[in-house]
């Protein structure tokens, strides 16, 4: 009985399986300086592309210790046109402290406009 329930469910899931079409996408982050002395700004873009139109959002964490954002939204989310398929956001950072500071993108998230 127990192996006719599992043959069952192999069987059920296979009937309904569905074909998935994926879009592939990449964020590729690009500083103006390696190097910066205390007092400085640096620039750091992020650009954000896709295959297909899509929708997205991520966010951007960075070392407060040693750096500050000037300008850009941290939390940024395009929610799609139907026709978009990349993006750069700039943002602005000034160097506060001596010292190594990493800038961090998390939380990435796209959707493929054309698709469900």
């Known amino acids: 009985m127990k192996r006719l329930k599992y043959l069952l469910i192999i ?15 990449s ?3 690009s500083s103006s ?12 873009n992020v650009k954000v592309s896709c295959s297909e139109a899509s929708a997205w959002k991520f966010g951007v964490s960075y070392d407060s210790a040693y750096i500050s954002l000037q300008s850009g939204d ?7 046109d139907g ?22 993108i998390s939380g990435t998230d796209f959707a493929d406009w054309n698709t469900d």
């Open 11 to 25: 069987i059920g899931t296979l009937v309904f399986a569905v074909n998935v079409n994926a879009a592939s996408g």
């Open 74 to 80: 941290v939390s940024p989310a395009f929610e799609g």
């Open 83 to 104: 026709s978009t398929k990349s993006t750069t956001y700039t943002y602005k950072f000034k160097a506060i402290k001596a010292g190594s500071a990493g800038i961090r």
């Open 27 to 29: 964020i590729v982050v």
């Open 33 to 44: 300086s390696k190097t910066v002395a205390v007092g400085s700004t640096f620039t750091v």
